[in-house]
T-cell receptor
């Protein structure tokens, strides 16, 4: 089983719609969780950290479910500018060795 | 602040050639890492460093060397390039280490092709 698994998609989303996707991780000792955004041929950039209590940043909501070992990202009122690949990132075993998922590709359609 | 810079942006090598990918950061970050990104594979950790003089292997270290003589610089050396090393290479830095929510800052990447 891969350390971090994501359905690569693509997720074709009408503008203004809501899209949500999950990421599962295999190491129950993982301590910190993130969503990064990567635009085509660009470097990844932090979108948001994912805390145990869940967190929201504008139209973006992230949740963590430790019991089932997954994190989720929900995007409301999708904009054309949300088109990107969203990378699930999990910290391994309390050190600086991050594990990246393959990413969820989101395409927002006018 | 320039953040994390990488040179070159593009490089074409022939099999067997060696080269060094440069990475520098001006944020006084202790942690620096090298990743490669291949289609359908996600980012994979090559080597990382928790401070000047300290380096360790990631999940795909074979064929690469690193050193960390200063806090700012973390070069990646390809010893004898192979076509399997064709990839996009990202350098990243962060303030602190694992177990805490430290943002990784990535450089713009180096696109390497080995013929």
């Amino acid at each position: 089983r891969k350390e971090v698994e994501q359905d690569p998609g693509p997720f074709n989303v009408p503008e203004g719609a809501t899209v949500a996707f999950n990421c599962t991780y295999s190491n129950s000792a993982s301590q910190s969780f993130f969503w990064y955004r990567q635009d085509c041929r660009k470097e990844p950039k932090l979108l948001m950290s994912v805390y145990s209590s869940g967190n929201e940043d504008g139209r973006f909501t992230a949740q963590l479910n430790r019991a089932s070992q997954y994190i989720s990202l929900l995007i409301r009122d999708s904009k054309l500018s949300d088109s990107a690949t969203y990378l699930c990132v999990v910290n391994r075993e309390g050190n600086n060795r991050l594990a990246f998922g393959k990413g969820n590709q989101v395409v927002v359609i006018p | 602040n320039a953040g994390v810079t990488q040179t070159p942006k593009f490089q074409v090598l022939k099999t067997g050639q060696s080269m060094t990918l440069q990475c520098a950061q001006d944020m006084n970050h202790e942690y620096m890492s090298w990743y490669r990104q291949d289609p359908g594979m996600g980012l994979r950790l090559i080597h990382y460093s928790v401070g000047a003089g300290i380096t360790d292997q990631g999940e795909v270290p074979n064929g690469y060397n690193v050193s960390r003589s200063t806090t700012e610089d973390f070069p990646l050396r390809l010893l004898s390039a192979a076509p399997s090393q064709t990839s996009v290479y990202f350098c990243a830095s962060s303030y602190g280490g694992g177990g805490s929510y430290n943002e990784q800052f990535f450089g713009p990447g180096t696109r390497l092709t080995v013929l």
